[in-house]
């Protein structure tokens, strides 16, 4: 234990010498350093330094600083700035640094609820980045997606902010809104997403049987792989069994991952022949292979469903599926995040979370940056993946922007035929907007209000959560019954 403490703190004390240097070696200051007995410093030597001649080196970086600075600075500020600084040379979005609050925030967001938008955030290229938002949460439901970068919150630029202060700015009480403006990859418009915060509950496992041709098929979505997700999923899948399914559906879309141990449990029930679920390679290149204890396959096929949402977790589970069980996976590609990270507490309540491993698929391979294929492609309808409409003055004709792509997407999606989808406001989007706006019984203009945007953006949501316009889903039912109509 003492020397893991001990260890803790050359790391806290190398990361501070690491960013004293970088100050003091700043070609913009003054060019002549003054030492703290006022003497001018040696050139910089070219020769690797020692351990103890590094922690000598930080000493002196830090009794300059502390004494000579022109403004006080706290040795907190300094500590806390020089491991921020360490792991921003990283370059990994997945490792941070969490002070008290924010660590607290974090184990809180990994119990039975709390208060918030419901998305996973990283930093990504210095901006703060949607990773995925949690189903049907407030995020979701306000059109976020992975990879949107948020550039300003409130209307309040966070560039500089570090992730979990970023964070502290989203989260808030219940039923307050935040707007998110954000950058999106294809738009060439910042986005602004208002979003209304509410209590998120972690229910990480739900379970139900659809009835389709005579057959059951059970489907268990999993939201996030928490301290109880295996425990909940298998007792789901045992009532699931007691009822006689013919066949069963794991969705992981929209789900960000979580513990490992909750992904390796859940394999260990559905991976069948003693097959590989995951293996975890270390910076030397050793791994360990985690293999299922399930002998027999079960006595139903199995069908897993991603997009490009699933991450980490989700993501082994579904290599899983596909490599160790040979089971289908249907949906997107998704995220690509092949890193496991555990959180080191530093002593005062802060807590480092960093990347220790790299987890290989049941076949060995690596998915950072690539994510797991599936093996049946299918896209959700094009309004599934549409900007919100936030209007503040009506869209007219001869206007061109990614709102109108997005209410032309839509008014199609609706069966409104706008002809085009490039963002264009011309003749034939006129005659589709004054069409929806006669069925809905609106002013009829043909322009686009904010009232007539309102209303096209809840029908669109209605559409979205009605089960049979979920392409995923009811491909992955058909495949499934296929699957048990040919096992039988």
């Given at each position: ?51 103890k ?41 997945y ?36 990773v ?45 809104t935040?707007?998110l ?26 379970s ?66 003693e ?18 204890s ?48 555990q ?34 492609e ?36 609706l ?8 963002g ?34 809840q ?30």
């Open positions: 234990m003492k020397r893991k403490q001990s260890l803790i703190v050359c790391v806290a004390l190398v990361a501070l010498g690491a960013y004293l240097f970088f100050f003091l070696s700043d070609q913009g200051g003054m060019s002549n350093a003054v030492s703290p007995t006022g003497g001018s410093e040696e050139a910089a030597s070219s020769v690797e330094l020692t351990d001649e590094l922690l000598e080196k930080f000493e002196k970086a830090l009794t300059i600083i502390q004494e000579q600075y022109v403004e006080e600075v706290s040795d907190q500020q300094l500590i806390e700035g020089a491991i921020e600084g360490m792991l921003r040379t990283l370059e990994d979005p490792s941070v640094y969490m002070d008290q609050e924010t660590a607290n925030q974090f184990v809180e967001s990994l119990g039975s609820h709390f208060e918030g938008i419901g998305a996973e955030v990283s930093m990504t290229d210095g901006k703060v980045t949607i995925a938002p949690f189903r049907e949460s407030p995020a979701e439901r306000a059109g976020l997606q992975p990879n949107d970068k948020i550039i300003e919150i409130d209307g309040e630029s966070i560039e500089g902010l570090s992730l979990y202060e970023a964070v502290l700015k989203i989260r808030g009480e219940q039923g307050t935040v707007r403006t954000i950058e999106r990859a294809g738009s060439s418009e910042l986005i602004e997403v208002p979003v209304e915060r509410d209590e998120i509950p972690i229910e990480t496992v739900r139900e049987i659809i009835e389709q041709n005579g057959k059951k098929v059970g489907l268990l979505e999993i939201t996030s792989f928490s301290e109880d997700t295996a425990e909940r999923f298998k007792e789901s899948l045992s009532s699931l069994e007691a009822e006689g399914i013919d066949g069963l559906l794991i969705d992981v879309r929209g789900n960000p991952g979580g513990y490992l141990d909750a992904v390796e449990e859940i394999g260990d029930l559905v991976i069948p022949n097959q590989p679920i995951v293996q975890i390679e270390n910076r030397n290149g050793e791994k360990v292979r985690y293999v299922s399930l002998k027999e396959p079960k006595p139903y096929p199995i069908v897993g469903i991603t997009d490009g949402a699933s991450a980490s977790a989700s993501e082994i589970l579904a290599a899983a599926l596909i490599e160790g069980g040979g089971y289908d996976v249907v949906g997107e590609t998704t995220f690509g995040k092949g890193t496991v990270q959180t080191i507490r530093l002593g005062d309540g802060s807590e480092l979370k960093l990347s220790l491993f790299r987890w290989l698929t049941s076949d060995g391979n690596d998915i950072n940056g690539e994510g797991v294929k599936p093996t049946v299918v896209r959700q309808p094009d309004y599934f993946y549409t900007t919100p409409l936030t209007l503040e003055e009506p869209l007219t004709a001869d206007m061109m922007n990614e709102q109108i792509k997005s209410a032309q997407i839509m008014l199609k999606g069966g409104f035929e706008t002809g085009r989808t490039d264009y406001f011309d003749g034939q989007t006129k005659q589709a907007v004054l069409a929806f706006q006669q069925t809905h019984e609106l002013e009829a203009t043909g322009d686009l209000t904010k009232e007539t945007a309102d209303l096209l953006q029908q669109i949501l209605e559409n979205v959560r009605e089960r049979e316009n979920d392409r995923q889903l009811q491909t992955a039912i058909e495949l499934v019954l296929e699957q048990a109509g040919t096992s039988r």
